[in-house]
Structure formats: structure tokens, C-alpha cells
């Protein structure tokens, strides 16, 4: 079995930092992809961003050169800082990671349970 545990989470007034952390536990022979969603109050899911196996990464338009991920390898754990926050950036962040068991076998895409940020003065 495997789990992801985020931290990092709560509140914090516009124009504040947060950094979002989230580990994986369990059974893993590696993971690839890595990424933060987020759910708004009323709204769907979006991704916010996300970092390869590579390191390569991508971001939703409304926090590029706010927000950066970034991951620890060793330490199966991925990362996400976040500058100048806004009120629109509360939401649930969720994290997910595509996990493997074993080397042939397909990667299998896993959730955190979610951590509450909220941006209010």
C-alpha cells in the first residue's frame, strides 16, 4: 500500500508564502510524475502544477512566477512554494503522483487527502 501525506497547509494573509510539502510511504520501486491540484470552493479540480521524472515542470497560467514545485527524490517527496498568495489561490491542495510497484510493471496514480490553504486578510 502506499500513501501521501501533505503538510504545510492554513492561513496565511494576501501577499504571504506557504510551502506545501507531501511524502509518499509504502511499497515503491519509483515514481514518476508528481504534481499539485487544487479545488476551489464550487469549482472543479485543476492542476496547478506538476514536475516529471526528469524535472521538467509546468504550471497552470494564474501562478506562473508565483508558485514552484520541485521534488526530493530520496526522500519521495514533492514540494510546492508558494509567494505572493491570493485570495483566489484558496482551495484544497491535493497532491498525486504516479507511482510504480516494480520495474515492468505501469504506473499507478495516487492521492493525498488534501490540505486547506486559505488567503484572507
Known amino acids: 500500500q502506499v500513501q501521501l501525506v501533505e503538510s504545510g497547509g492554513g492561513l496565511v494573509q494576501p501577499g504571504g508564502s506557504l510551502r506545501l510539502s507531501c511524502a509518499a510511504s509504502?511499497?515503491?520501486?519509483?515514481?514518476?510524475?508528481m504534481g499539485w491540484y487544487r479545488q476551489a470552493p464550487g469549482k472543479e479540480r485543476e492542476l496547478v502544477a506538476r514536475i516529471s521524472s526528469g524535472g521538467s515542470t509546468e504550471y497552470v497560467d494564474s501562478v506562473k512566477g508565483r508558485f514552484t514545485i520541485s521534488r526530493d527524490n530520496a526522500k519521495d517527496t514533492v514540494y510546492l512554494q508558494m509567494n505572493s498568495l491570493k485570495p483566489e489561490d484558496t482551495a484544497v491542495y491535493y497532491c498525486n503522483m504516479e507511482i510504480k510497484f516494480a520495474r515492468f510493471y505501469a504506473a499507478n496514480s495516487f492521492w493525498g487527502k488534501g490540505t486547506l490553504v486559505t488567503v484572507s486578510s
Open positions: 509504502g511499497s515503491i520501486f519509483s515514481i514518476d510524475a
